[in-house]
Every structure is written in structure tokens, then in C-alpha cells.
């Protein structure tokens, strides 16, 4: 084989596994959002929160983030933090997404709208998956009554220096 042979089927390679790579990258970023639909908040609504997050870690972190990412005790009680001001905080809930992960959950109606359709959330377990990442099981109470659990992976990033969700799915 020549040399300009090898280092075509190399060139082909690797741009073949940047196009896969930018593939899972769209999936993880657009899929899985759940915010859903529902009908007016009611009323009265209990938080419960439980759980923990020992395990410790850090990382690196690339772009408008910090250098270092979060600790596996900070992520983890920066995801109860968040889910404790819900369903009834939505408004300061919102504001711990990264304003890209806004866009991309459908808005600030979307995401009230799902809200509003929970009585109660409650974070069991939380374990930490890599530097940046966590996986949470929470189980939802609607207001219909129905439960529903689901472990829920979220991204937890510095953006500009504040703790964000930047990402999550199921």
C-alpha cells in the first residue's frame, strides 16, 4: 500500500468516527428531556428529599466552564438542592440550567407546564458517573395521583463560575 494510500483510508477513518462522534453527542444533548405536558399546579405540594452522595472526584472541564469541574459531593448536593426547590420553585429552579439546556428543554412554558403536573419529588440515590456527570433516581408524584420513578442522568458544569445542569435524560 502507499504512503498516500494509508494515509487517505486514515483521513476516512477518522472523519467517519468524528461524524459517529458528533452523532451520539446530538443524541445525548437532544434526547431524553422530560418536562412533559400537564394541567394547573395545585395548591399544596410537599418536597421530600433524601439520598446521598459520598463519593468524591473532580475533573477538567472544557469551553465557557471552569477548568475543574465539581466534586461528586458537590454535584450530588447540587442536584438535591435543585430538586428540593420543586415543583412549587420552578422560577429558581429555572435559573440553575445552563441557559443552552433552557433552550433545548422547549422554554421556561414547557418546563412549568410539566411542574405543574407534580405534587412531589423525591431524589433517592445519587451516583456519580464521571467528573461532570450523575445519575439520580427520582420518583415523581402527579398530581393524578400515579407515581412514577426513573433514574435520571444530569450533567452538573461551572458556568461562569456559578454550578449548572447542563444536560440530563433517562
Known amino acids: 500500500m502507499s504512503e498516500r494510500a494509508g494515509v487517505a483510508i486514515a483521513v476516512a477513518v477518522i472523519g467517519a468516527a468524528a461524524t459517529i ?96 403536573t407534580v405534587t412531589t419529588v423525591q431524589v433517592g440515590s445519587i451516583t456519580n458517573t464521571d467528573y461532570r456527570t450523575s445519575t439520580a433516581t427520582l420518583t415523581y408524584t402527579y398530581t393524578t395521583g400515579k407515581t412514577q420513578t426513573e433514574k435520571r442522568w444530569l450533567r452538573v458544569e461551572y458556568v461562569n463560575s456559578q454550578l449548572r445542569i447542563t444536560g440530563s435524560g433517562i
Open 21 to 116: 462522534a458528533a452523532a451520539f453527542i446530538a443524541a445525548g444533548a437532544f434526547g431524553n428531556i422530560h418536562f412533559g405536558t400537564g394541567s394547573d399546579k395545585p395548591a399544596d405540594t410537599t418536597i421530600v428529599v433524601t439520598g446521598n452522595g459520598n463519593e468524591t472526584g473532580s475533573g477538567k472541564d472544557v469551553g465557557k466552564q471552569d477548568s475543574k469541574g465539581p466534586s461528586a459531593d458537590q454535584m450530588a448536593s447540587f442536584i438535591r438542592s435543585y430538586y428540593a426547590q420543586l415543583p412549587s420553585g420552578t422560577e429558581s429552579a429555572w435559573a440553575q440550567l445552563s441557559s443552552s439546556y433552557q433552550s433545548q428543554s422547549g422554554g421556561y412554558s414547557g418546563y412549568t407546564k410539566f411542574w405543574s
